[in-house]
T-cell receptor, first 113, second 110 residues
Framework: DTAVSQTPKYLVTQMGNDKSIKCEQN?????MYWYKQDSKKFLKIMFS???????INETVPNRFSPKSPDKAHLNLHINSLELGDSAVYFC????????????FGPGTRLTVL | AQRVTQPEKLLSVFKGAPVELKCNYS??????LFWYVQYSRQRLQLLLR??SRESIKGFTADLNKGETSFHLKKPFAQEEDSAMYYC????????????FGKGTHLIIQP
């Protein structure tokens, strides 16, 4: 299937742990993103990345770091997890350009206990 | 800073009635505006964008720069329209990602 995929779909972990969420797209896009959706369904950009630049939303704690092994992958690493990190995390990809459609992954529901 | 406002958290209308989901934006430049939709248990997907000027599933949205609005409209609601709708803005060549409104949960009653 041609799509954006994320693993795992659900992630339950203890406070203080370090975890990663993987994202892969096979659409040939050059730009990938991470969004956070909170309990009130509010979506907020965390990072946007292509092979030339990483743009970080200034409100994102430095415990969060994106890592891109290649153009098709943008993984999200989270260190020292906190209760407030519980949310649904969405990966997306697009071709570069403000008017271009973003394609979203199915989301990863992270629960921090 | 750019901002997208969707004043209605929840909108409930009867099948066959007209629907209007409001969206206002704040941005000093020329933004690109979108409507994304999330049906139950499905991923977020693009519904329409202002540069396309098209109608998708009977929905239209017109960018009004004077009122800084991009309201989503459909003349006759259908039950399958029930979903979460997000208005979004893109700027800076797209490098900054999308700025979303808080979303409107649309419920179409039979």
């Amino acid at each position: 299937d041609t799509a954006v995929s994320q693993t795992p779909k659900y992630l339950v972990t203890q406070m203080g742990n370090d975890k990663s969420i993987k994202c892969e797209q096979n659409l040939g896009h050059d730009t990938m993103y991470w969004y956070k959706q909170d309990s009130k369904k509010f979506l907020k950009i965390m990072f946007s990345y292509n092979n030339k630049e990483l743009i970080i939303n200034e409100t994102v704690p430095n415990r969060f770091s994106p890592k891109s092994p290649d153009k098709a992958h943008l993984n999200l690493h989270i260190n020292s997890l906190e209760l407030g990190d519980s949310a649904v995390y969405f990966c997306a990809s697009s071709t570069r350009g403000a008017g271009n459609e973003q394609f979203f992954g199915p989301g990863t529901r992270l629960t921090v206990l | 800073a750019q901002r997208v406002t969707q004043p209605e958290k929840l909108l409930s209308v009867f099948k066959g009635a007209p629907v209007e989901l409001k969206c206002n934006y704040s941005y000093s430049g020329s933004p690109e505006l979108f409507w994304y939709v999330q049906y139950s248990r499905q991923r977020l997907q693009l519904l329409l964008r202002h540069i396309s000027r098209e109608s998708i599933k009977g929905f239209t949205a017109d960018l009004n720069k004077g009122e800084t609005s991009f309201h989503l409209k459909k003349p006759f609601a259908q039950e399958e329209d029930s979903a979460m709708y997000y208005c979004a803005l893109s700027s800076g060549g797209g490098a900054d990602g999308l700025t979303f409104g808080k979303g409107t949960h649309l419920i179409i009653q039979p």
